[in-house]
């Protein structure tokens, strides 16, 4: 034995040395991994997602044992929706498995006795007949072995493939298993696990209740729900996933369809490699990467800045009309250089609406503020103005919007009180008033009016619907003004 | 020749001491049907025969194994049953705790449920006479498009330990027969004839006339999906194997 390898050693030393000598050659690439040396047995760790097992890293190869059970079990679509999911190792997806190229992997799969249906396996990970599901077709109550020799790297896509596949899929029966290369993927902060499924129910997206598979819809590729691990919800909020300023994130995405291929995206991040298909080409910079269905990818890119980047299937109705949304939550240090943030906030009024500043405001000021405008004129002026700046919310007839903003016409607590009101316009109000009996609770924000410009538009709420008639003066308005 | 003599035993004690045990047959009309793996040449013709109204129950297998201890589970031959035959029996001769004596007898073995049926002077149905009879709803023959029908059968596949339930809890469908979907899966004489190989895909090519896949393309109706995973259940079986939700109910031929 010890002489076996010492002659793989001074095997691989060779090689190595011709390596690096030579010019790098394409075909060094391609070595025999059918004849890796295994040594050892060791228990696969499986974890349910969004987690995955410790890194491979540069371990021998090994005899890998993995055992995986079947479970039919009702589960939350989204609130008040339940669903009777199927699944590999109690989650959808289902559970990670992480190996590497040479392993030895020794399956077996276990049908809980108290599901109704058969099952196998079909791992794109075995080269062999059915990726495995031809020896693992397993009846309630029995379990099945069956082992392959992982020969290639890659993310890859594990799915039941009994019939009806499309239906044992569409109900949750798929999940990755990962072939690290030779000395293992380069280190990250962080790893997580994500993969995209397309769900149909008999009820409408939202119908409440314990939906049922629906095939017809799944044929038409009418998906009700498109969401990430299984669920609406199963990545956001207290779920999100979560990294610190300045790691890097490695994301193992995969997409069990069985229908969908996934856009997939993150919002406000750009991917600084992407194993495309899960294999060992590597893109750069890329902001969408297309996953197919029975396909994953590998994405990873470096956290710089602190908050919530949502993730989504970038065929964007599903993100937010069929849960296709997760989170993940960055914290840390903000940087202003990389992202300022909020620098200025404005009004901006292309339609008109009130100006603003007027730069020849005091010459008109002094102009108009000596001579008092007829009544006439101010109620014409003032309701060229309500319908500019006040007719959203208090409406034409000044009848207000119930619950919202109150009603100007009959109003008692604007005919008890002009200074008040002027004091409103003026300066905005926020909090509960009681206007006809009626509270309402709404802000009213400050008006950007001149004096003049005030004093017209009260007197013709003054001066409709039934109101006091107040003429309102613009020294009242001055007055006001000046006791704030 | 042992057999024979044993199985003349079989027929005479039945004859002395079960008839008012056996549980009760309807007759069928025979006819034609297509089944779902076939194609229109392919009407499969199914005689005139007897089957139980309910499937066998554990009261009545309690009664089969006192009579036969053979089948008894800690008397088994292994090679007849699995180890998880009547695994929720107490004793040889005791249903366990949770068990009801009407409800349906579940883990048993095709060799077992077998020999319960000719011990009767019955044998198990084919799957296309299962089938037959199965197609059935409350009021026509063959209900297979109607889309209320599968729904039923389509929710219990989806509603949890059935098997606890008891015979005559579903509904009594065409031909005066209850429980032949919702309660457990059935034995059939001939379950591995329809080849589910385990890898459903490939099933086209394995036999052209008999087959059970999810890329379909041959069978007659693609959208009983019902069907498709009674096919794929008989095709993980053995006929050692026991499983919680797998009963089964005897027929008869009648004698011309």
């Not at chain 2, 109204?53 to 009545?60: D, G, I, L, S």
């Amino acid at each position: 034995m010890r002489l076996l390898k010492t002659v793989c050693l001074l095997f691989a030393s060779g090689l190595l040395l011709t390596s690096c000598k030579s010019e790098p050659k394409k075909e060094m690439a391609v070595v025999d991994n059918s004849s890796i040396y295994i040594k050892g047995t060791i228990e696969a760790e499986l974890t349910s997602p969004p987690f995955v097992p410790a890194p491979v890293g540069n371990r021998t190869a090994k005899k890998l044992l993995i055992d995986m059970e079947i479970l039919e079990k009702e589960g939350t679509m989204t609130d008040g929706v339940q669903y009777v999911y199927w699944t590999f190792g109690g989650s959808v997806p289902g559970s990670f498995i992480r190996a590497r190229v040479g392993d030895e992997i020794e399956f077996t799969l276990s049908n809980h006795p108290d599901n109704k249906l058969p099952h196998n396996i079909d791992m794109h990970a075995v080269t062999g007949p059915g990726g495995g599901a031809t020896s693992s077709f397993v009846a309630p109550g029995h379990k099945k072995t069956f082992s392959f020799k992982a020969l290639n790297p890659g993310l890859f896509v594990y799915h039941c493939a009994t019939a009806p596949v499309g239906m044992h899929i569409a109900n949750g029966m798929y999940g990755l298993i990962l072939i690290e290369p030779e000395g293992g993927l380069p280190k990250v902060d962080k790893e997580y696990y994500i993969m995209q499924g397309d769900f149909y129910t008999k009820g409408a997206t939202d119908e409440k209740g314990l939906q049922a598979f629906d095939m017809t819809k799944a044929i038409k590729e009418d998906a009700d729900y498109v969401v990430f691990n299984g669920k609406v919800g199963a990545l956001t909020g207290d779920n999100a996933i979560t990294a610190n300023v300045g790691e890097t994130v490695r994301l193992f995405v995969g997409n069990g369809g069985p229908n969908l291929t996934s856009s997939f995206h993150v919002i406000g991040e750009i991917f600084d490699k992407v194993h495309i298909e899960g294999g060992s080409m590597i893109n750069e910079n890329v902001q969408t990467t297309s996953i197919p269905s029975g396909g994953a990818a590998i994405v990873e890119f470096k956290v710089e800045v602190p908050g919530t980047f949502i993730i989504v299937d970038h065929a964007i109705f599903r993100a937010f009309n069929k849960g296709a949304l997760g989170m993940l939550k960055v914290t840390g240090e903000e940087n202003k250089k990389l992202y300022s943030g909020v620098k200025q906030e404005g009004i901006y009024h292309p339609e008109g609406g009130t100006i603003q500043t007027m730069p020849n405001n005091d010459k008109k000021k002094v102009a108009v503020s000596n001579v008092e405008k007829p009544l006439a004129k101010k109620i014409a002026d003032g309701k060229q103005l309500y319908m500019t700046t006040c007719f959203a919310c208090h409406q034409a007839e000044g009848q207000g919007i119930p619950n919202a903003f109150p009603p100007l016409a009959k109003s008692d607590y604007l005919n008890a009180d002009v200074k008040r009101a002027v004091g409103i316009v003026l300066n905005g109000k926020t909090g509960e008033i009681t206007v006809n009996g009626n509270k309402y609770n709404s802000v009213m924000t400050k008006q950007t009016l001149s004096e003049e410009e005030v004093a017209d538009v009260l007197t013709y709420v003054y001066n409709s619907w039934g109101n006091n008639k107040t003429n309102v003066s613009v020294n009242t308005v001055k007055e006001v003004k000046s006791s704030h | 020749m042992k057999t024979i003599l044993r199985l003349t035993i079989c027929l005479f004690l039945l004859n002395a001491t079960y008839t008012s045990c056996q549980s009760k047959m309807v007759q069928i009309k025979g006819g034609e049907y297509l089944p779902l793996y076939g194609r229109d040449s392919l009407n499969v013709k199914i005689k005139d025969f007897l089957i139980d109204v309910y499937p066998a129950t554990n009261r009545e297998y309690v009664d089969f194994v006192k009579k036969y201890p053979k089948w008894q589970k800690s008397k088994v031959i292994k090679l007849f049953a699995d180890e998880s035959y009547l695994r929720a029996w107490k004793s040889d001769t005791i249903l366990g705790e949770n068990q009801k004596e009407k409800s349906p007898i579940t883990q048993v073995s095709w060799f077992a449920a077998k020999e319960y049926c000719e011990c009767q002077g019955k044998r198990l149905p084919t799957v296309d006479e299962w089938e037959y009879v199965a197609m059935a709803n409350k009021t026509i023959p063959d209900a297979r498009r109607e889309e209320a029908y599968n729904q039923f059968i389509l929710s219990w596949y989806e509603k949890p330990k059935t098997f606890n339930q008891t015979i005559g809890s579903t509904f009594k469908n065409y031909w005066n027969v209850y429980d032949l979907h919702g309660l457990v899966w059935e034995w059939t004489i001939d379950f591995n004839s329809v080849l589910v190989s385990g890898e459903s895909r490939k099933d086209v090519d394995t036999d052209n006339n008999l087959f059970c896949g999810s890329a379909a393309v041959n069978a007659t109706d693609l959208m009983n999906y019902a069907a498709f995973m009674r096919y794929a259940i008989r095709g993980s079986l053995k006929a050692k194997y026991t499983m919680k939700n797998l009963g089964f109910r005897c027929v008869k031929d009648i004698k011309k």
